[in-house]
């Protein structure tokens, strides 16, 4: 029996701990955890400087493997190998932490965007945006939705790009993210102005909503971005005056003023819309200098415009063709990203999570119903055990009841033989006080029953201790006093008469000396209590207990009572007593 129990028990501890053993606990790694929002160089710093072979577990592998991709992603290294975090994956997908498993998938993305596979970047964000839903992370969320969109968005899927950034808009909003709300209107006014002419009213009034937006917060690389795409549309609007102050800024918000040539296109462009021909050329010309093929297609286009306008129609010819050969170009570099591959990975990405949820189903099932089945299996097993003790154990019971309800009425009993005694001794004492007093008597009779008188208080006051240690007021303090000390709490209370009854014990120990010291020091109800559970054998400490106040309280109310009675506070109330 013995050690089929211990059988049962060692499976269900392995199996939950199984369960349970999918976290790290390396303090190492949780601090670069820590460290990773606001200080993701520090965080880098110190995984760099972690040796792998210390880990202990699978999960610390996984850990590690996760965090040293995020702080590479947000430290801005380009990641061309995604052999590290594809473990991290392979590990909370199979563990079925589904905060871990999100974060795992958003960084593989992002890994796979560094490695300019955007499909396969794309099944991942997909993923990782189903499993966020879950976890409730919403700027984690946010940041997905920003780079679903975008690869939506260079793949010319402006529709599904446009609904993400509305979702995307949506989390911002929720969060006061100024940021994400940012870009997610600057992307939505940009989707709106390739639509065409009649999008251009929505077109601006989402790029202005966003200008607006990013304005307050001072982030000028969203900012150049919008005042970019305005500059273009006031173009297409011809509104040239406009164009031409975004088209000034967008550059003046740029980092490297002498590589922007995006810029130098949008600024040159500006300039031939207001008639300003030199300006627009010297800026064209700069922007030539890009090797991409679109950008050049267009600044030749606008140079070509210019040589026309000027009467250089030789030129004008000759730039056009140079503008017809780069686009070209650009048609064929752009021939090798298949359109097809975007649909194929939201395919993977649905089978995926399909898998991953059945997966999840089979470690719920793994990880609480078969413990579960284990447990209740052992509680029906011990319960015919102890079906079998029952009557055993009843009878034992009411046996021990018996004995308990007998001892309660020795005790009574005893306890009320104590009070016939002390009632005995009062009336002793009573007549011995009376011949004492009488003058029939000599000196040495008179000694005689005063020796006689202070053995018999001294019996009396010894009875009256016993019958108080034999009370059920005793009892009850008794009880009081061991429910604090096990569970910090009582439901039982001393009552006023109870309180009373222990006055007239105290003060009957004491030969009546409390009645007097209540009298002569005017000692409130409070004090008065106290003062008689100090005579007890009770530890000071524990008459907090009886009193439903604090230690503290307490020991101030001691001390400033004998301050008022003029004495050391450390002093005990039996030797106040004696001397009174």
Not at 122 to 142: D, F
Not at 246 to 275: C, E, H, M, P
Not at 323 to 347: M, W
Request: with cysteine; glycine share 4%.
């Amino acid at each position: 029996m013995g050690k089929t129990k211990a059988i049962i028990l060692f499976l269900v501890a392995f199996l939950l701990l199984a369960c349970t053993a999918r976290q790290s606990n390396n303090k190492q790694l949780i601090w670069a955890d820590s460290l990773m929002r606001s200080l993701p160089d520090s965080a880098l710093s110190v995984l760099q400087n972690i040796s792998t072979q210390e880990f202990a577990s699978p999960a610390d592998s996984a850990y590690y493997a996760l965090l040293l991709t995020q702080a590479r992603d947000k430290n801005y290294v380009v990641q061309v190998d995604d052999s590290l975090i594809r473990y991290a994956v392979a590990h909370y997908d199979k563990v079925g932490d589904a905060k871990m498993r999100a974060s795992a998938h958003y960084y593989w993305g992002c890994v796979y965007i560094d490695m300019n596979r955007q499909a396969e970047a794309l099944r991942e964000y997909l993923i990782a945006a189903s499993l966020t839903k879950e976890t409730v992370e919403k700027r984690q969320l946010g940041l997905i939705y920003n780079n679903i969109g975008y690869i939506y968005y260079i793949q010319n899927f402006k529709e599904k790009a446009d609904s993400v950034y509305q979702l995307m808009e949506g989390i911002a909003q929720e969060l006061k993210d100024t940021t994400l709300w940012a870009e997610a209107l600057s992307r939505q006014g940009s989707i709106a102005f390739m639509k065409g002419n009649d999008y251009f009213g929505t077109a601006e009034q989402k790029l202005l909503d966003a200008f607006t937006v990013v304005d307050r917060i001072e982030n000028k690389a969203i900012k150049a971005d919008v005042s970019a795409t305005l500059s273009r549309l006031y173009s297409k609007m011809d509104q040239g005056k406009k164009a031409l102050f975004y088209a000034k800024l967008n550059l003046s918000l740029r980092k490297d003023t002498t590589r922007a040539y995006q810029a130098f296109l949008i600024l040159g462009d500006a300039y031939y819309r207001v008639g300003l021909y030199d300006s627009a050329t010297f800026y064209l010309n700069k922007s030539l200098i890009s090797k991409d093929y679109g950008r050049r297609s267009d600044a030749y286009m606008r140079l070509a415009d210019i040589a026309m306008i000027q009467g250089n129609a030789v030129l004008s010819m000759k730039l056009e063709r140079y503008s017809s050969a780069y686009k070209d170009s650009l048609y064929q570099s752009r021939g090798n990203v298949v359109t097809d591959k975007i649909v194929e990975a939201e395919t993977d990405a649905q089978i995926t999570l399909h898998q991953l949820y059945y997966k999840g189903r089979l470690n719920i099932y793994l990880c609480v119903f078969i413990p579960i089945t284990i447990i209740v299996i052992m509680i029906v097993f011990f319960l015919y055990r102890k079906n079998k003790q029952y009557r055993g154990k009843n009878d034992l019971l009411q046996k021990n009841n018996q004995q308990l309800e007998k001892v309660n009425q020795d005790l009574s009993q005893h306890y009320a033989c104590l009070q016939e005694e002390i009632t005995q001794r009062d009336l002793e004492i009573e007549n011995l006080r009376k011949e004492l007093a009488s003058c029939r008597i000599d000196e040495e009779q008179r000694e005689k029953i005063r020796v006689e008188l202070d053995e018999m208080v001294l019996r009396r006051k010894a009875l009256v201790k016993e019958a108080f240690l034999h009370s059920p007021l005793y009892a009850k303090m008794q009880a009081i006093i061991k429910d604090h000390l096990d569970k910090d709490a009582s439901d039982k209370e001393i009552s006023d008469q109870e309180w009373q009854e222990l006055i007239v014990s105290m003060d009957s120990q004491w030969n009546n000396a409390i009645s007097r010291f209540h009298v002569k020091y005017q000692l409130s109800k409070e004090e008065l209590y106290l003062v008689c559970l100090s005579l007890t054998d009770f530890p000071f400490a524990h008459l907090a207990y009886l009193m439903h106040s604090s230690r503290r309280t307490l020991y101030r109310k001691k001390n400033a009572l004998c301050e008022r009675i003029g004495v050391e506070q450390n002093s005990e109330f039996k030797e106040i007593l004696r001397k009174i």
